[in-house]
């Protein structure tokens, strides 16, 4: 791993980047934060988390992208992930790109996953020049689907998710779509 801070991109307010040695313990902290994890079946082990960032860096080093390490640029504070990273599991609708997002809570209520949204999808139809992003989240997490909506991502529908058959609470899933003619026709950007 590296410790170099070099951003891919950024937003009015926020830095996208490649995973660094230093985001391990603090991304581990959030997945050790039940308020954070609320919608996840279990919290997550320091192993687990640095083989979370592993397979980010091993994305981004492959096809260019990744959840991003964020951080906000006035205070240079890492705050959490945003960003685009391949699902493989078995649906109907995969192997496909989401989008997708999980911030510490102090950072919450301040608009950062709509903002960090937004940049990513403009960089997933701008740059990378994917035809369609996905996103999904369990339909008890209103939180992930309010940032879906804000967006611009229109439902799909709903599904069970096949890695979550083990929890009747998290298995039923909704499913978000933006295409690239659907974003730039909305002039979805903040550049």
Partial sequence: MSTDKQYVFTSARLGFRNW?????????????DAAVMEFFPKLLTQEETLGFVIMQQQSFAA??????AVDRLDTDAFIGFIGLYEKTFEADFTPCVDIGWRLAVPHWGHGFATEGALRCLEFAFNTLALDQVLSMAPVVNKKSEAVMTKIGMQQVRRFKHPLLKADARLE????????????????????
Avoid at 21 to 31: F, G, H, K
Avoid at 63 to 68: A, S, T
Avoid at 172 to 191: E, I, P
């Fill in 20 to 32: 660094i040695d230093a985001d391990v313990p603090l991304m581990a902290a959030m997945n050790e």
């Fill in 63 to 68: 096809k260019g992208y990744c959840y991003f």
């Fill in 172 to 191: 039923d899933c909704v499913l978000y779509s933006m295409t690239m003619d659907a974003f730039r026709g909305g002039n979805k950007t903040l550049c």
